[in-house]
């Protein structure tokens, strides 16, 4: 069975920096893309950007330029490094992986509150 399990969530004042990680219990080769969604409260969960196995990432537009995403194949994770955060940042992020096959795996979501 395969898990993701997220770390690094919190609360920050706007304009603050956040990373967070995601730790895969297999070999993220695994995955053919990993991502990070997001879901606020009353809204429905969103992406906020993803990676292929190759290195090519895409981002949601609101995140453009604050938000990187990294695979760390030697560590099994996969990170989302968030800069400049924004009130409307705030929400649950969730790790997500896709396996070649189309198989989907989440995690159980981390915090990210941003005070403003």
């Known amino acids: 069975q395969v898990r993701l399990v997220e770390s690094g969530g919190g609360l920050v004042q706007a304009g603050g920096s956040l990373r967070l990680s995601c730790a895969a219990s297999?070999?993220?080769?695994?995955?053919?893309?990993m991502g990070w969604y997001r879901q606020a409260p009353g809204k429905e969960r969103e992406l906020v950007a993803d990676i292929t196995s190759g290195g090519s990432a895409k981002y949601a537009d609101s995140v453009k330029g604050r938000f990187t995403i990294s695979r760390e194949h030697a560590k099994n994770t996969v990170s989302l490094e968030m800069n400049s955060l924004k009130p409307e940042d705030t929400a649950i992020y969730y790790c997500?992986?896709?396996?070649?096959?189309?198989?989907?795996?989440w995690g159980q979501g981390t915090q990210v509150t941003v005070s403003s």
């Open positions: 997500s992986g896709v396996s070649p096959s189309g198989l989907g795996y």
């Open positions: 297999r070999n993220i080769f695994l995955f053919s893309t």
